[in-house]
T-cell receptor
Framework: AQKVTQAQTEISVVEKEDVTLDCVYE???????LFWYKQPPSGELVFLIR??????QNEISGRYSWNFQKSTSSFNFTITASQVVDSAVYFC???????????????FGKGTHLIIQP | EADIYQTPRYLVIGTGKKITLECSQT?????MYWYQQDPGMELHLIHY???????EKGDLSSESTVSRIRTEHFPLTLESARPSHTSQYLC??????????????FGPGTRLTVL
């Protein structure tokens, strides 16, 4: 069975600080996909990034960066120079690719509520 | 940019009513999903579909039902709503097949309150 753990329920930082959101996953599949989604107060889920299990390259997109380490089953998300608009709930999610079968829906972590104070 | 729509955005109804939550996407995606998000924030898959006339139950047991008569439309129905059904319901879709471009795009959600 697959599982995603986001141990940080809530993080509060002051604007311009860097912040890292942790994500640890469990899966028996050798092929799988990891995702981060942002959920602002309006409620919709906004896709941020996808990583497949064969690609351990870290990625940077503006102030956002992601660190994928298979050795520790982690897919952490860092926001550099945080801004008030970054305040939201962030979800890490896992989908098992394999050869098909099963729901191939997303298994979500419980989310981390990020509060950026001005 | 994703084009997936849900109506209504907010719904307050009394116990015992029958309701249908609408979800439509204009991207021609084969796969569609319904997730339930409790007030404690965790999302759980309750239904999914691989295409027209395909519907399956997800990981979390739900008293709701779904149908997929057209590719773009994936409505969710509760025959008799109860207060325990109070939650946010999120619809999502993605391209068919495994591998690349398998991220799911989400609608804005429907916040359901059953009194």
């Amino acid at each position: 069975a697959q599982k995603v753990t986001q141990a940080q329920t809530e993080i509060s930082v002051v604007e311009k600080e860097d912040v890292t959101l942790d994500c640890v996953y469990e899966t028996r599949d050798t092929t799988y996909y990891l995702f981060w989604y942002k959920q602002p107060p309006s409620g919709e889920l906004v896709f941020l990034i996808r990583r497949n299990s064969f690609d351990e390259q870290n990625e940077i997109s503006g102030r956002y960066s992601w660190n994928f380490q298979k050795s520790t089953s982690s897919f952490n998300f860092t926001i550099t120079a945080s801004q008030v608009v970054d305040s939201a709930v962030y979800f890490c999610a896992l989908s098992e690719g394999g050869s098909g079968g099963g729901a191939d829906g997303l298994t979500f972590g419980k989310g981390t509520h990020l509060i950026i104070q001005p | 940019e994703a084009d997936i729509y849900q109506t209504p955005r907010y719904l307050v109804i009394g116990t015992g009513k029958k309701i249908t939550l609408e979800c439509s996407q204009t991207m021609g995606h084969d796969k569609m999903y319904w997730y339930q998000q409790d007030p404690g924030m965790e999302l759980h898959l309750i239904h999914y579909s691989y295409g027209v006339n395909s519907t399956e139950k997800g990981d979390l047991s739900s008293e709701s039902t779904v149908s997929r008569i057209r590719t773009e439309h994936f409505p969710l129905t509760l025959e008799s709503a109860r207060p325990s059904h109070t939650s946010q319901y999120l619809c999502a879709s993605r391209e068919g097949g495994t591998g690349i471009n398998n991220e799911q795009f989400f609608g804005p959600g429907t916040r359901l309150t059953v009194l």
